[in-house]
Structures are given as structure tokens and as C-alpha cells.
């Protein structure tokens, strides 16, 4: 499934996981220009294929195929979870749509296929270079698959896309603004007659003209609702459905979920639901050594009980959207989220930056704006904020998430310090600092709270080109440690050396006046490419609180008591 929950009553749905047809490049013997004509193996979907024994460090094509069948009276659309990272699909042989990015969930609809059996083959690629700006060589690493779940689903001639669904409270009543997309793909202007069901009530939205071909955005809100909030203590969900009539039947529908809750900035602090919050957590890779990027759901809920038990309360998705699953197991379990869309140091001046960053941007926010857990849009990590060049794309790309969502803060992760020229751009300011790691080896955790103080000063005042007065989240902090490398001399890659490190980070950022958030660089060790194998042993980001395993380091116990102290603070 493509979410935690059920998404139709009266769509027909079926899952396209389970085995495909699977041919790489490098098995075929009479070239690759044209599909194959033979596969020489089936392969499990959603996985990545450098599970499969030889393809450990496989980068380039491969082809999937699948049989699916069409429908005498509504058409094909396919939806897919991630595919990793450049997809080209065909129906029969036939170039239909294409997809870059791992990490965007996309959609295709495939007008008039009858009701026979179709080919359906996807050419994937996780190869870098000119046609790839954000998936590179990188501190974590680019997979090659079906590597999220896919589905197929049978839509009529009008079918309904996406539910936007913001939750607003004004004098102490709950509203949800809502925007509903239908889409015609048929010839012919058709008439659909929306109602939406929630909590138990109908409101019918009416009678709509839906243009041939064309999609139709259709506002609406449901005020003075009997509901009860959302937050990471009480997770209230709510489903919400619209269902699409032609003739008085109903022929469609499209379940959403959503959670009662306002996130504002207020001078310094962060205001939830009226209230100021203190987030506490981790940077989390989608990364495990026996799924790659493809993480069964079982393995997400794994880590969000590990995080909860560290008494965490908030995950960054660096450094790109995540699964679906975790956002709604995220939403399920009352977890705040700083959602980013893909982009680590990523190469302005690349042909195809522009093009891709807003693309993957767009998406994310389309496919992920109801999620009560995603308390901020983040972008850019570790991009060229200090220079004018740079602030063009910022502006562009925080323009965008402003457009696109103006109901939720927006952020990005810095290392250009005194040198940012970006943060009049944004809402919450954001550090990425290793104080203690990268910096002041040696003396470097007494000089966590001076250096911060230092940047605060320098923060709120005229210097910072608008940050003053901003809230602030210190976004990555950390050491590396090995799990398993025990040294009482403290040296580096040993966990006590990590785990002093993370005890003097924490005791300053956790209770801070002026810190609205701290966010551990990282939740667990992953995997990097190998260009960075010089200043990663075992060519893994090894600053993870347990390790690829999930084994806890030194450091587990000291993040826990850490939290819980902070916990118990502000709950005061
Ligand atoms: C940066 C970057 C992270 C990771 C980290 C590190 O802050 O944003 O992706 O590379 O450094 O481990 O050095």
C-alpha cells in the first residue's frame, strides 16, 4: 500500500508489488536501444537492486516489466511511491511518461488502454551526471530501483486527483480550507457533482464543468467543526473523503487524512496550536544495510519506537521527502517533522538544477500537504546561501513552498554562518555546526556555548541581514563513532568520544533561551558513495546514535537522559 491507511471506498485499487520481470543493462547481450525482448530474472518490488547479490554497487540501467490490465470502462492511472532515480515508462512498447528523482511520489494516466492485457516496462537508471542535479556522489547514497510501493488504479473519465485540506482556528472554532483537483482526460466537457463526507457530516459541494482534458480546482471550507486537536501527545486523525457523483452515482472517491493543529513563529519561538514547543530529535536517512532507501514499514516503525524511546520528538527528513508511510506512522504516533525537498550541497551551476529543485519541491508539497506532522518546508541543505547568484535560487525555491503552502514556516539548513545573505528569506533560522567534530578538535565542546552565543550576538542584530528575531533550530550537530570501537583515550571514531560530544551539545542546545529546536546529525549510520570513502571508514556516515543495524552506541544513553531532562523542562 501507498499509505498507511486505506484511500478508496469505491475506486478499484491494486497493489503492483511482488515480482517483476528484471533485466540490467549489463546482462544484455544485444544492446540497449531498444527494450528487451527477454528478462533474465524477476525481481521484488518495492526493493533496490543493490540487495540482489552482484549488484552491490551496480550503477546504471535496468528494465522492470509487469502485466497489467485495462478496463472496458475507465482508464489506467499508475501511481508510483519512489522510483529510484530516473524512470522512463512504456505500455506496450510505447515511450508514455517519465520521472526524475528518487524520493517524489508521481502519478501517470494512461487515457483509452482497453480492457485487454498491456506491458507495462519501466527503464530505471540510477546513474549521475548531466541529466542529474540532485542525486550525485554524495554523503549518502543514491539507490537504483522500484524502490517504494506502486499501484495501479481504474478512474473514470473524471477522477479526483488530490485533497488540500489546511486546518485554521478562529475564535476557539476549527475550520478546514479545503481545495479539491479533479481531472478530466476524456474529449468532451463533463458535469461531476462533488460531496465531501467528514466526521460523520456531508456537505455537497455541488454541481461542477470539468473542460475536456483539463483539471478543475474546486475551494471549499467546512467551518465550526466539533473536533479535537492534534499534537505529539494526542495524535487526533480525522478521514476525509470526497466522493465524485455522475448521474446521482457515485463513481469515485479519495480518502485523505488530516489532524487539527496551527504551527506560527512568535518572536524567538515556535507556537503550536497557541502554544511554544521545543523540538528535540534526529536527522534520519531513509538507509538500512538490508533495503537500502526501500525500507519495509515494519523497519520505519522500528525507528520511530527507537527515537521515541530516546524521548524524541521531532525527525528531520534529510535530505529529501520520505515514504508516505513514515510521514503517516509520523502523523500516528505524534511526531514533529521538518520535511526538505532533495538537495545536500547541490550544484547550482548543474544544467539541470533549476529545473529539478522546483519539480521536486512542487511535488513534495503536492503530494504531502496534509500530513499534521510536517511543521516546516525545508530546502537547499548546505547550498550557496552566501552568495547574490545563490539568493536567486533560494528566493526562487522558497517562493515557490510559499505559494505553494502558506500555512506552514519555512526553513533551510545552513554551514555559511556569518556569511549567510539568505535568512531575510526565511522563517525559522537553521544551524548545521560541529562544534567538537569538524571544528575545535580537542577543546572543541567547551566552545559549543561560547561559539553559539556568539552567533546568536551577531543573529539579532543589523548584521544578519534579517534573521533578527527569528527562531532558531540548530538543524545538524554530532561525531562520528564506530560502533563496536571502544577508546578510554577519547580519541575520534571511539564512542565515548561521541558520546561526550553529544552530552555537551545537548546540555547547551536543549536549554537554550534562544534555541527553538535540536535535531542530532544523525539517527543511525548510513551508507555514502564511494568518492567519500577517505573520510568515511567503512565508506559510512558514521555519526548515527545506533548504526546501520540499529545497534545503539555510548552515546544512546546520554541522547536519552539528555531529552527526558529537556522533556520534563519545558513540559514546566
Ligand atoms: C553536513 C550535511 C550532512 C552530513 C554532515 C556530516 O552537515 O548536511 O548531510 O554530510 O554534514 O556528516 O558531515
Redesign the pocket.
Known sequence: MLRTFKQHQIRPTESLDGRWDFIAARDRKSGTDSLPRKYNRTIHVPSVWEKLPGFETYRGKAWFRKRISGHPKRTVRLVFGGVAHQATVFIDGKECGRHYDAYSMWDLVLPNLNDKHHSLVLEVSNQFGSDSALHKE???YSYGGISRPTEIQWVPEVFIERIHAVPKIAANKWKLSIKIRLQNWTRQDLSRKLVINFNNEQWEIGNNLIKAGQSLEIETSLDALKVKPWNVKNPFLYNIQAVLYADEQPVDDLIDRVGFREVKVKGRNLLFNGKTIRLRGF?R?EDHPNFGNAIPLEAMANDLEIMRDMNANFVRT??YPNDQRFLDMCDEMGFYVWEESHA??APFEHPRFREQILAVTSEMIDWHMNHPSIITWGCL??CESNTAKGKKYFRDVINLIRKSDPSRPVTF?S?KRKDDMCLDLVDIVSW?R?DG??DHYGNGIQSIGPELDEMLKWLHSPKSKGGSGKPVIM??F?A?AIYGFRCKNYDKWGEEFQAKVLDAALEVYLNHKDIAGAAI??FCDCR?TPQWSM??PRTM?N?GIVDEYRRPKLAYDVVKEQMKKAELKHKK
Do not use: I, L, M, P
Open positions: 554524495n554523503d549518502y536527522n536517512h534529510s535530505h545536500r550541497q541543505n548546505e539548513a554551514n548545521n560541529y567534530w569538524y538543524s545538524e554530532g562520528g546529525w544523525q555514502v573520510s568515511r556516515n555519526k
